[in-house]
C-alpha cells in the first residue's frame, strides 16, 4: 500500500471548518483513500472513502485532487466532539482483502 | 450482534502469565483484523483474517503472540509469558470480504505488572 503524509496536528475553531490534508503521492491506480478517527480511548471509527470522484456523506466530505497524489477531508462544522485523531489511509480495494496501516494521523483539536 | 465485541474490557495480569483476548465480529463479516495500540501510540497491525484463506502473522512481534479463528467468526489472541512491554490496548475490527469500511470494537486493556 502506497505511504500517506499527514501533519502532525491540527486546531479547529468550534462551528468553522476543519480540513485535514493528506499526502500520498505513491498511490497507484487501484488504490482507494480512506480516512478513520479515534476519539479518544476508543476504537477507531470509519468516516469515507474515495477513489478519485469528490465523495460526501452524512459526516464529511473527501476531495481528491485530479492527480490523486493528495486529498483533504473536510468537516464541514467542526463540533467539540469532533476533536480525534484522524487517520488516512491507502489501500487496494475491491476484494483484494488486505489489512489496514495505519500511520501517526492528525491530531484534530476542536477549541470553543 | 449491533457491533464488534471484545472482552474482557479489562485485563491485569502478572508477568509471565497467558492471556486470551477474545473478539467477536460483525455477522457475515469474514475479514477479521487485530491491532494494538500502546499508550500514546499510533495503532501496530498484528494479524489478519480473511475467509479460509491463511491468515496474514506479519505483525505478530514474536512467538509468543498467536491467534486463531474457528468456524470463521470468533477469534482469540494468545500472549504466553506475558512480559510487561505487552501492556497496550488490543483492539479488533472487522469488515464483510475485506475491502469495504473496517468496524472496530472498544478494545482490551491489557496490564502486565
Known amino acids: 500500500d502506497a505511504k500517506t503524509t499527514q501533519p502532525t496536528s491540527m486546531d479547529c475553531a468550534e462551528g468553522r471548518a476543519a480540513n485535514l490534508p493528506c499526502n500520498h503521492s505513491?498511490?497507484?491506480?487501484?488504490?482507494?483513500v480512506y480516512w478513520y478517527r479515534q476519539i479518544h480511548s476508543q476504537g477507531p471509527q470509519y468516516i469515507i472513502h474515495g477513489l478519485k470522484n469528490n465523495e460526501t456523506n452524512e459526516m464529511a466530505s473527501l476531495i481528491i485532487t485530479e492527480d490523486r497524489k493528495s486529498s483533504t477531508l473536510i468537516l464541514p462544522h467542526a463540533t467539540l466532539r469532533d476533536t480525534a485523531v484522524y487517520y488516512c489511509i491507502v489501500r487496494v480495494g475491491l476484494n483484494a482483502g488486505n489489512m489496514l496501516t495505519f500511520g501517526g494521523g492528525t491530531r484534530l483539536m476542536v477549541k470553543p | 450482534g449491533a457491533g464488534v465485541s471484545q472482552s474482557p474490557s479489562n485485563k491485569v495480569t502478572e508477568k509471565g502469565k497467558d492471556v486470551e483476548l477474545r473478539c467477536d465480529p460483525i455477522?457475515?463479516?469474514?475479514?477479521l483484523y487485530w491491532y494494538r495500540q500502546s499508550l500514546g501510540q499510533g495503532l501496530e497491525f498484528l494479524i489478519y483474517?480473511?475467509?479460509?484463506?491463511?491468515?496474514?502473522k506479519s505483525g505478530l512481534p514474536s512467538d509468543r503472540f498467536s491467534a486463531e479463528r474457528t468456524g470463521g467468526s470468533v477469534s482469540t489472541l494468545t500472549i504466553q509469558r506475558t512480559q510487561q512491554e505487552d501492556s497496550a490496548v488490543y483492539l479488533c475490527?472487522?469488515?464483510?470480504?475485506?475491502?469495504?469500511?473496517?468496524?472496530f470494537g472498544q478494545g482490551t486493556r491489557l496490564t502486565v505488572v
Open positions: 475490527a472487522s469488515s464483510f470480504q475485506g475491502n469495504t469500511e473496517a468496524f
Open positions: 455477522s457475515g463479516h469474514t475479514a
Open positions: 483474517f480473511q475467509g479460509n484463506s491463511a491468515p496474514d
Open positions: 505513491t498511490i497507484s491506480g487501484n488504490e482507494y
